[in-house]
């Protein structure tokens, strides 16, 4: 009689250890020793003018540096504790963030309605997308002056158009403290809406078009199927669009010193703005840097906080 002789389980059978490679090592191992020479040149044009800049201005918010002849000295939190206590800049703050809640949701549903027109009115046809996309390749001074000239008092397009239709037609959109900083608003949105309109038409045309049709012959009509088909497939491109959207408004800039330079009364200084005047209108370059550090910081929890709230990473077909 045989002793009994265990039986090993076959997978078991030949079984070696496997080295545990990291994803960043495969990628090294993957790229060609010549792909390198493509990316120091970017890559030391990345550090000299973004790099650099961005840690420069992180030490000199901890000094008294000043445009002149007066040797910065490091005073410690001094800039920040002021940036917290000054009125001027909580109002900065506020303003940028009154004009970010406007802006946002107005730039979001202009976008939208366009990629929609230009996906179900006007499929394939290229002119409806150049003229929607149009205003976003124009810059800042030409979009300035053209609507400067719109709302303008005396001979605005606007008020002109007002007064034909029988409203009030002399409304001094760009001085009145109530108006003023919607009018901005609504510029920037028609100015910024063809870039965001790109990402939904992107999003809109992967889209399968067998859910719209299973869901017309379930009897939805058309409003049904965008609200409960199409809108939650484009949760990715909206956080995206809103993402992008939040960011340039909390840095809005140029739109503003061109058309009212802050005013009537300070009501259209926004953060970047109040920078710009304390760096480059009292030299305080110590304070305008860490003016700008808090600004990166509200910049990024802002992001941080979407990505937590709308998560657009969520694949659904």
Avoid at 239 to 244: A, D, N, S, W
Avoid at 283 to 297: C, D, K, N, P, W
Wanted: with cysteine; net charge positive.
């Amino acid at each position: 009689m045989s002793a009994y002789t265990p039986i090993t389980p076959p997978n078991r059978i030949n079984q070696r250890r496997v080295p545990i490679t990291s994803r960043w090592e495969l990628t090294l191992k993957a790229l060609n020793p010549n792909a390198y020479t493509f990316i120091i040149p970017f890559l030391i044009i990345f550090l000299i003018f973004r790099i650099y800049p961005f840690l420069s201005g992180i030490y000199t918010s901890f000094t008294n540096a000043r445009i002149g002849p007066r040797t910065p000295k490091f005073i410690g939190l001094e800039n920040y504790f002021e940036v917290f206590s000054s009125s001027e800049i909580g109002r900065a703050f506020f303003v940028t963030f009154h004009y970010a809640m406007m802006v946002v949701p107005m730039t979001f549903f202009i976008a939208l309605a366009m990629a929609v027109c230009v996906k179900s009115i006007f499929p394939a046809h290229t002119l409806s997308r150049f003229f929607f996309f149009a205003p976003f390749v124009l810059t800042a001074s030409i979009v300035a002056i053209i609507w400067n000239w719109m709302f303008q008092t005396q001979f605005g397009l606007v008020n002109v158009t007002m007064d034909l239709i029988g409203l009030p037609g002399r409304t001094a959109w760009l001085r009145d403290t109530t108006l003023v900083l919607p009018v901005i608003a609504f510029i920037s949105s028609w100015w910024v809406a063809g870039f965001s309109m790109v990402i939904f038409l992107a999003a809109l045309q992967n889209i399968p078009g067998d859910l719209n049709e299973a869901a017309r012959i379930d009897g939805a009509n058309s409003w049904q199927i965008f609200w409960r088909v199409t809108f939650p497939l484009l949760l990715p491109a909206s956080t995206l669009v809103i993402t992008v959207s939040l960011i340039e408004a909390m840095r809005v800039f140029s739109i503003i010193h061109i058309i009212t330079y802050g005013g009537p009364s300070d009501y259209t200084t926004s953060v970047v703005f109040y920078i710009f005047k304390e760096g480059f209108t009292r030299y305080e370059q110590g304070m305008a840097s860490a003016i700008g550090v808090v600004l990166f910081v509200v910049i990024m929890i802002l992001t941080i906080l979407r990505f937590t709230l709308l998560r657009g990473d969520q694949k659904y077909y």
